[in-house]
């Protein structure tokens, strides 16, 4: 079983008027010096799952300058058994299309057929900055076991924002919060539930693997008070919290209010506390325990970008994650300033490299 990009069209998005990558189903290494338009290309592979991609921008930021006549992304999938022609554009700034097999699609129909996973430089800092950025970080690995987990997020954010706005208009009739509240409760406890079977499928993986990568071990946490479990427990705490919410003009239980600790696990030191190359060194290893828990689960290992990783791993650890990557069968996308970076890939990669000339990013087969 696999799942792969044999082919891959840019045309106006970001740097790229136009790009064209025919890969072959191995990892996808992407050379070239900075600004050339590396992390672009992996950006247009991330917006093939729901969600709004590796920068979280809109449409209208991913057009090319100047130009800004909207952008699209065309390629074929193969996933599993089947093969897939996938479109996704946007025109002038309007919010993104997808076409999946000549039909519009809805963007959560991608998590159906395709998962994709990534690291970026932006995540370095997930153990030591908010809690936010950990929330979308598990989130993502959520949605990748639970393609479903996208449309109760929506649920649960859209009765929220509608929840916040009558907190902060003062607004005290009960009959106002009962239905956005039953609402909430029935997308929460969902919300919760999927987050702890994705940790379980993480912690599971973990524990089966020999890997050079050191052990991650995530615990959910929900703040004070915790979360309650059942759907009714959630709407009455909901309900017994209008009064405190009132004066903080915003909702202060929920899902929303989660955050992971991450430990590592050798050490029994918490992550936010281990040096840089620790950290890093556990992002890597939760990426591919994600990855090894959905070739099970999946059937097929996921897409997996990864930019600027090796100019972040010693030469070590750097071939161990090439030989995790080989071993997992997986078409991970990599990036980094110089092709020395991939060698000890050898003949397991492809190689593209992406330049820069007159104002047009430009990727070859190297």
């Not at 093969?83 to 519009?104: F, M, N, T, Y």
């Not at 956005?180 to 599971?204: K, S, T």
Request: proline share 4%.
């Amino acid at each position: 079983m696999a799942l792969y990009l044999p082919a891959l069209t840019l045309s106006y998005f970001r740097s790229h008027k136009l790009a064209r990558l025919v890969p072959d189903g191995r990892p996808v290494a992407l050379f070239g010096p900075n600004g050339a338009g590396k992390t672009n290309i992996l950006e247009a592979v991330s917006l093939f799952s729901p969600g709004r991609g590796l920068r979280r921008s809109s449409a209208q930021e991913m057009a090319r300058r100047p130009e800004a006549l909207g952008w699209k992304l065309s390629g074929t999938l193969q996933s599993m058994h089947q093969l897939h022609e996938i479109e996704i554009w946007s025109e002038e700034g309007a919010a993104r299309q997808v076409r999946i097999d000549g039909k519009p699609a809805a963007q959560t129909a991608l998590g159906r057929i395709a998962r994709v996973l990534w690291l970026v430089p932006s995540m370095d800092r997930l153990w030591i900055e908010g809690s936010e950025g950990r929330r979308r970080f598990l989130d993502r690995m959520t949605l990748s076991f639970e393609p479903g987990h996208a449309e109760m997020s929506l649920i649960w954010d859209k009765a929220m924002r509608e929840r916040n706005r009558l907190l902060k208009d003062m607004v005290r009739d009960a009959s106002w919060y009962n239905a956005l509240e039953a609402r909430m409760a029935g997308a929460g406890v969902v919300i919760d539930a999927n987050r702890r079977a994705a940790l379980q499928q993480l912690a599971e993986a973990q524990e089966d693997a020999e890997t050079a990568f050191p052990r991650a071990d995530l615990e959910l946490v929900q703040g004070e008070g915790g979360m309650p479990v059942t759907q009714e427990d959630l709407r009455l705490a909901l309900a017994d919290s209008r009064a405190q919410d009132l004066a903080a003009g915003r909702t202060l239980i929920g899902p929303h209010r989660a955050d992971i600790l991450g430990t590592f696990a050798a050490k029994e030191t918490l992550a936010r506390e281990c040096s840089t190359g620790e950290q890093k060194a556990l992002l890597v290893s939760l990426i591919l325990a994600n990855a090894r828990a959905l070739a099970r689960d999946f059937g097929a290992p996921p897409l997996l970008l990864l930019d600027e990783v090796a100019a972040h791993l010693d030469p070590e650890r750097r071939a161990a994650l090439y030989d995790e990557i080989a071993a997992l069968g997986a078409q991970a996308w990599m990036t980094g300033t110089e092709k020395s970076l991939f060698d000890a890939m050898g003949a397991r990669a492809q190689y593209f490299e992406v330049t820069e000339a007159n104002g047009a990013s430009e990727t070859c087969l190297a």
